[in-house]
Every structure is written in structure tokens, then in C-alpha cells.
């Protein structure tokens, strides 16, 4: 299994990016899926989940202005970020709980290799 984010650049604070985590390979199911941002020097911090219902949660720091969904059909996670600050600058990291088959049944949590996000003021 593989998580593959992807729609970090360089933005102006203010603005709006897109980051999207395609997940593949042997899936029968993915559960609760999630973003995590860390900077330099600090811890890797939750900003959004998501359960494969759809119930979400959120950091504090990003309510109102971040919105993270996905697409059960094609194994993809988003996340819309609106009205970014600098100190939303960060590596973003999409993570899964995955439920596979390859002969066997089995389940494990997955990280995605991160995806830059630099706001600039």
C-alpha cells in the first residue's frame, strides 16, 4: 500500500491550496484518514481526520479554514486550506488506517512521503 500526496507549493498568505493523498495498492478498505503537518525541529502535529463515515475533527488552529474530505471511490483524501497564514508553513503528510489482502487479510497505518507548503507573507 502506497499514499502519494500531492498539491503543495509556495503561496501567499491569504491564499488557497488544495493537497490531495491517493492511496493504492492491495485495498479491501480504508478506515480513518488523516493529515499530520511538522516543521523543522518540531513534533508531527494532527491537523484534520476524517472516518470513513465522514465524521471530522480539526485542530484548532485550522477551524474555519481548513476542510478535509475525501473520496471513498477512488481512495483519496483532500484537504482545502482557505486563508493561509505563514505559520501554516509546513511538510503536510497524509496517514491511513488500511485494511488489505495480499493471501492474507491484515491492517496496518500507512504515511505518505509529504508534500511542501510554504505561505509567504
Known amino acids: 500500500v502506497q499514499l502519494v500526496e500531492s498539491g503543495g507549493e509556495l503561496v501567499q498568505a491569504g491564499g488557497s491550496l488544495r493537497l490531495s493523498c491517493a492511496a493504492s495498492?492491495?485495498?479491501?478498505?480504508?478506515?480513518?484518514m488523516r493529515w499530520y503537518r511538522q516543521t523543522p525541529g518540531k513534533t508531527r502535529d494532527l491537523v484534520a481526520g476524517?472516518?470513513?463515515?465522514?465524521?471530522?475533527n480539526y485542530a484548532d488552529s485550522v477551524k474555519g479554514r481548513f476542510t478535509i474530505s475525501r473520496d471513498n471511490a477512488k481512495n483519496t483524501l483532500f484537504l482545502q486550506m482557505n486563508s493561509l497564514k505563514p505559520e501554516d508553513t509546513a511538510v503536510y503528510y497524509c496517514?491511513?488506517?488500511?485494511?488489505?489482502?495480499?493471501?492474507?487479510?491484515?491492517?496496518?497505518?500507512?504515511w505518505g512521503q509529504g508534500t511542501q507548503v510554504t505561505v509567504s507573507s
Open positions: 496517514n491511513a488506517d488500511v485494511e488489505a489482502y495480499s493471501g492474507i487479510y491484515y491492517m496496518n497505518t500507512y
Open positions: 495498492g492491495s485495498i479491501v478498505r480504508i478506515n480513518a
Open positions: 476524517i472516518a470513513s463515515g465522514g465524521s471530522t
